[in-house]
């Protein structure tokens, strides 16, 4: 029985040629000429003030946060429902995130929770275009922009989704990208920070490289070049071999988004007369990345049951995302009701851009099985 994952990650033999270009290049490190290419390529599709390609997206939100000079104590509201990298970084700078609940149809931040919890510590908001899904960007930045607060952009999964006709990694001042594996497109680790903001681009470039300028670009200064360091900076430098990758990746968005779209449309068309889950739901004025494609269960299955007879039959599934504010780390007393009800549901079933047709009715089939077999008694 042939295994169905629950992810995958198209990599193929023009990222393979494009890593044979970098090792021969002799410049495998990052700031290279590859990185700055994949920097200027970002720019241009997001239409932006400036890229930075960093090491993963976890650094690009502490850059972000550093950039917009979040101080510690200062309170950043944060998307409960996701994987919880913006609240880590928030905690990276000694800050408070502030959990903020999700929408129950689409998991993306409530914009009147966002509201509620602005308080006199309140600096900034960070918002996330969950599992692709790009959230409420009108009515955030009216609210961001009403209470002088910033507004970054978790698009870490969401590489080619829109909201009112733009790009998700452009819906807010400063947003951050991610190309892990399991990411839309990817170089196995790495990331980006887009900003409309020049400065902002130039200090969180500074800072993803120890806090001194290129030494790529030290190198070729003729004489004795001696970088100075001007800031306690961090390596979040990308390598060039992940920029080379990223650079034929880039090139293939379109294509990779409308197979997963092609796989979503067909779950969509499998599972419409399925009572006992709840299909992912597209506003009309946004477009899904599909990073993953979750179900919500009904109350009455045993969503561990599910996932035991799936895993049997090999066909890969997970529980989606966070509710953060039940993680033990953050120590929090806050409830957020809707991402703990949606954490508690919400099953994950494969998606990624090679899923057969074949295979989507394997999943189909097996997953209306288990959901009957795994009724709670
Ligand atoms: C995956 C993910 C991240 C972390 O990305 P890395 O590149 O692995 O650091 C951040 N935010 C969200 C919403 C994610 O899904």
């Known amino acids: 029985m042939d295994t169905i994952p629950l992810v995958h990650a198209s ?7 494009a890593v044979a270009d970098a090792f021969s ?54 998307a409960d429902y ?10 990276y700078v000694d800050a408070v995130p ?24 309140t600096v900034g908001v960070i918002a996330v275009d969950t599992v692709g899904l790009p ?5 955030l930045t009216s609210i961001a922009d009403r209470h002088g607060l910033f507004l970054v952009e978790d698009a870490a999964c969401a590489v080619g989704a829109t909201y009112q006709g733009r790009e998700a990694g452009a819906l807010a001042p400063v947003a951050c990208l991610s190309f892990h594996g399991r990411k839309g497109i990817t170089s196995g680790e790495g990331g980006a920070l887009l900003t409309t903001d020049p400065v902002i681009a130039a200090h969180a470039r500074l800072r993803s490289s120890f806090g001194i300028e290129s030494i790529f670009d030290q190198a070729k200064v003729v004489g004795l070049p001696i970088p100075v360091f001007t800031e306690i900076g961090y390596n979040y430098k990308l390598s060039d071999i992940a920029a080379a990758i990223l ?6 968005v379109g294509e990779l988004l409308d197979r997963r779209r092609a796989v979503a449309a067909h779950y969509a068309e499998l599972f419409a007369d399925e009572e006992l889950v709840t299909l992912p739901y597209v506003p009309q004025d946004r477009t899904h990345a599909w990073q993953s494609y979750m179900v919500k269960l009904d109350p009455s299955v045993d969503r561990a049951r599910v996932a035991a007879d799936l895993r049997a039959q090999g066909i890969g599934c997970g529980h989606g ?48 099985a288990a959901l009957r077999a795994a009724i709670k008694q």
């Not at 996701?82 to 905690?91: E, G, I, K």
């Not at 502030?98 to 510590?121: E, H, K, M, Y």
């Not at 549901?345 to 394997?362: F, K, N, S, Y």
């Open 11 to 17: 990599l193929g033999a023009a990222e393979l040629a």
């Open 135 to 139: 959230a409420d960007y009108a009515a």
């Open 25 to 78: 290049s002799g410049w495998p490190a990052g700031q290279g000429p590859r990185g700055k290419a994949l920097e200027t390529q970002l720019t241009e599709r997001y239409r932006v003030g400036g890229a930075v390609a960093v090491s993963n997206c976890g650094a690009a939100l502490h850059l972000a946060l550093l950039a917009l000079d979040v101080q510690p104590g200062d309170e950043v509201i944060v």
């Open 247 to 252: 650079l034929v990746q880039l090139g293939r």
């Open 98 to 121: 502030i959990f903020a609940d999700v929408r129950a149809d689409t998991g993306t931040i409530d914009p009147q929770s966002v509201a509620d919890l602005i308080g006199p510590r």
């Open 82 to 91: 996701t994987f919880p990298a913006p609240a880590h970084a928030v905690r």
């Open 321 to 368: 995302t966070w509710a953060c504010h039940l993680q033990p780390v953050y120590e929090t007393k806050q409830r957020c009701p809707v991402s703990a009800d949606l954490f508690a549901r919400q099953l994950a079933i494969p998606m990624h851009a090679e899923l057969g047709t074949d295979q989507v009715e394997r999943v189909a089939k097996s997953l209306r």
